[in-house]
């Protein structure tokens, strides 16, 4: 069983940027694709960032796209979030979580097998 917990979240002011780690226990992270949610208060989960097993392909949600890139290491078992040019906007609780089926990048959060507790973005105006 894979356990992922999150770090890296913060209060950042609009433009700046944060960098999110997911750190993974247990199997190896390689045996999954993974991705990056988020939840912002009294809003419904949103998806923000997938990459496959190999880490070769990647996929972003169009809120992020060009602001946020995803990335992995395999070796050190953990996944990143670079968040620039941060907005109010981008204020929610992030989750990292995994997926069985690695060779898919998933959009939808009930494809997801296993997920993080999350950590808090705050971007002040």
């Known amino acids: 069983q894979v356990q992922l917990v999150e770090s890296g979240g913060g209060l950042v002011q609009a433009g700046g940027s944060l960098r999110l780690s997911c750190a993974a226990s247990?199997?190896?992270?390689?045996?999954?694709?993974m991705a990056w949610f988020r939840q912002a208060p009294g809003k419904e989960r949103e998806f923000v960032a997938a990459i496959s097993w190999s880490g070769v392909r990647t996929f972003y949600g169009d809120s992020v796209t060009g602001r946020f890139t995803i990335s992995r290491d395999n070796a050190k078992n953990t996944v990143h979030l670079q968040m620039n040019s941060l907005k109010p906007e981008d204020t929610a609780d992030y989750y990292c979580?995994?997926?069985?089926?690695?060779?898919?990048?998933?959009?939808?959060?009930?494809?997801?097998?296993?997920w993080g507790q999350g950590t808090q973005v705050t971007v002040s105006s």
């Open positions: 247990g199997p190896t992270l390689s045996n999954y694709s």
């Open positions: 979580a995994g997926s069985r089926e690695r060779h898919y990048l998933f959009l939808r959060s009930v494809e997801y097998d296993f």
